[in-house]
T-cell receptor, first 116, second 113 residues
Framework: GAVVSQHPSWVICKSGTSVKIECRSLDFQATTMFWYRQFPKQSLMLMATSNEGSKATYEQGVEKDKFLINHASLTLSTLTVTSAHPEDSSFYIC????????????FGPGTRLTVL | QKEVEQDPGPLSVPEGAIVSLNCTYSNSAFQYFMWYRQYSRKGPELLMYTYSSGNKEDGRFTAQVDKSSKYISLFIRDSQPSDSATYLCAMSAPGGSARQLTFGSGTQLTVLP
């Protein structure tokens, strides 16, 4: 149980284009989903927290107009990187926390974004 | 000072060794403690989840929490090459936004065959 999927697993795009990453909880309903960014050999950096049906809460320094988050259902959240630039190249990972109210987070496999 | 401190390693041990991974923290509100394993270019996988102080065992893994010392540990017995990964400790406090996880920086472990 507690499986989270992400799609795509990797994407290469040209500078200036937008990229959408999907995060799905496959076998549980997630009231809250989180989006993280991870650079090589570094720990996870929380970008934003999204609750189903409400606006995402962004961490300080994260541009909400650049990283659009939509949490339209209890099993799906999307992150759209708008007008991507090479500095946005990174490993993006989502996680989900279930309805049961526990504090565990279950992570997706991650999406590697390369912007040329 | 970071809220959660974790020795980044790298740590290399021979196959079969007992591995000890540790984190210290400063926020006394933390009540929930987790250990994640992350293989290269993959998302973190939840290994152990503990509430408050005490020990928890699952197969070759044992998690210990000492809230009085603000210190948590993960022990791996009979370590295997497949245990080679980065281990992240994470913790959170109850209630609202405090339930967000605060991560350690991760310890890179290599188990040599």
């Amino acid at each position: 149980g507690a499986v989270v999927s992400q799609h795509p697993s990797w994407v290469i795009c040209k500078s200036g284009t937008s990229v959408k990453i999907e995060c799905r909880s496959l076998d549980f309903q997630a009231t809250t989903m989180f989006w993280y960014r991870q650079f090589p050999k570094q720990s996870l950096m929380l970008m934003a927290t999204s609750n189903e049906g409400s606006k995402a809460t962004y961490e300080q320094g994260v541009e909400k107009d650049k990283f659009l988050i939509n949490h339209a259902s209890l099993t799906l959240s999307t992150l759209t990187v708008t007008s991507a630039h090479p500095e946005d190249s990174s490993f993006y990972i989502c996680s989900a926390r279930g309805l049961a109210g526990g504090n565990e987070q279950f992570f997706g496999p991650g999406t590697r974004l390369t912007v040329l | 000072q970071k809220e959660v401190e974790q020795d980044p390693g790298p740590l290399s041990v021979p196959e079969g060794a007992i591995v000890s991974l540790n984190c210290t923290y400063s926020n006394s509100a933390f009540q929930y403690f987790m250990w994640y394993r992350q293989y290269s270019r993959k998302g973190p996988e939840l290994l152990m989840y503990t509430y408050s102080s005490g020990n928890k065992e699952d197969g070759r893994f044992t998690a210990q929490v000492d809230k009085s010392s603000k210190y948590i540990s993960l022990f791996i017995r009979d370590s295997q090459p497949s245990d080679s990964a980065t281990y992240l400790c994470a913790m959170s406090a109850p209630g609202g936004s405090a339930r967000q996880l605060t991560f350690g920086s991760g310890t890179q472990l290599t188990v040599l065959p």
